[in-house]
DNA sequence: GTCGAATTTTCTGTATACAAAACCCTTGTA
DNA sequence: TACAAGGGTTTTGTATACAGAAAATTCGAC
């Protein structure tokens, strides 16, 4: 593994858990230091996170960015563009034998999220086999390079909002409603399937960061 | 101007204005003396060239990005979804006075067609503001940076096309629909207009390129 | 005491030297 | 003749030294 990979990924996990909250100037030898790697490959994995939009140029050095309540009113419009018409598609294209194979496994989710911690990750591991799904079915690598750079946010706001085991119960329902429209060839109702799923998504998010908003600083 | 953003605006250039043919690689050593710059600003602007999907890291280098028949459909299919958004989300939040006064620019257009060189510049400086108007007016920072990472390569494909005054003068107005579409604060019509001018612009790249293709190595 | 300018300090931007890895060509063998 | 292994060569990856710019601090004047 290079020196640039190893700390792109340290720092993006350290902004994605919120360890660096946002705000946080991100010195080049403090961090280079921190890390145990020169400046230049920290300068490159620094120029990958700007670009991804985890942290930004700023007067001096790079900052991290904030995610404000309306960033995540955007991301989501986004969202439901992207991932609709994605969804669509692939209700078009897709096989639809895989996806029967994975609404499936979506049914059987819950004993999951009941489980204890290791089961969750298995959970999340299937939403993931997912979107790789969907990604492969529609056939356009723009499409999914633009849902990849959504994602990196949207695992940065989930952070905020508290999994509990009843939203991922009516999740694990939404995701395999999707993947039944697919599986059926249905691009109008797999559309509508996935927009209903990050409507209440959203207002999941959004009810819980007013009930515990994350403390910024800057 | 640093020496990394001089670069970065070459290589692009060069990309964008197919004077670097898809599949040449990018030696650093070469290009930074071509450039006249040292091999670390060239690396970064390497990075950020990959990072928008002009060039790609390949085994050895970084090599210039293949743009084929199927990329061109892909990228409009991507188009289509993003632009079409953004023109109902501008007819919802956008100023009408700014797109009526764009629309009357536009419908005075073929003047600045019919003419020479530097009146056809005045032409495309006409149409970059009516995107930047509708960046502004839906006030989306994340669909905004989606649909510029795009733009990057529609002048790329822009390029194969045989920009005649005949089309020009559709497209301008094309626009005019879309501008007054948006001024009238009409969503559907707007997202309409520009679905079906999105149409026109791909027939009529992918015509051009069916009678004058490029020849690509690789 | 406060505002402003000059100086100092600290940080980024660039160049270059060195290390490591990938590729290519040669050479030997089946 | 085809294929594999080895060394040599080229190219990328990393570290560090130096230059330039921006911010902080200090000193002076009003």
């Not at 909250?21 to 490159?44: D, F, I, M, N, Y």
């Not at 096989?95 to 194979?101: G, L, T, V």
């Not at 086999?129 to 990604?135: E, G, N, P, S, Y």
């Not at 559309?191 to 999941?204: D, P």
């Amino acid at each position: 593994m290079r020196a640039s990979d190893k700390a792109y990924a340290a720092l993006r996990d350290d902004i994605v858990e919120w360890r660096l909250a946002p705000g946080t100037v991100l010195a080049e030898v403090e961090q280079s230091e921190r890390l145990g790697v020169s400046r230049t490959p920290l300068r490159e994995a620094l120029g990958r996170l700007t670009a991804e939009g985890l942290t930004m140029a700023g007067g001096r050095g790079v900052v991290v960015t904030d995610i404000s309540l309306e960033d995540i009113d955007e991301l989501f419009e986004l969202r439901e563009t992207l991932e609709g018409k994605a969804a669509a598609l692939a209700a078009r294209r897709g096989d639809a034998a895989i996806f029967e194979r994975l609404r499936q496994e979506l049914l059987r989710a819950p004993e999951l999220i009941s489980g204890d911690e290791p089961a969750l990750h298995d959970y999340y591991e299937l939403v993931g086999r997912l979107d790789t799904a969907i990604d492969a079915a529609i056939s356009n690598s723009y499409l999914a390079q633009a849902m990849r750079s959504l994602r990196v946010h949207l695992v940065r706001i989930r952070r905020l909002a508290a999994d509990d085991a009843r939203r991922l119960t009516a999740a694990a329902a939404e995701h395999a409603a999707i993947a039944e429209a697919i599986a059926a060839g249905n691009p109008k109702l797999a559309e509508a399937a996935t927009i209903v799923h990050l409507h209440r998504s959203l207002s999941h998010v959004k009810a819980t960061h007013a009930t515990h908003p994350k403390e910024h600083h800057g």
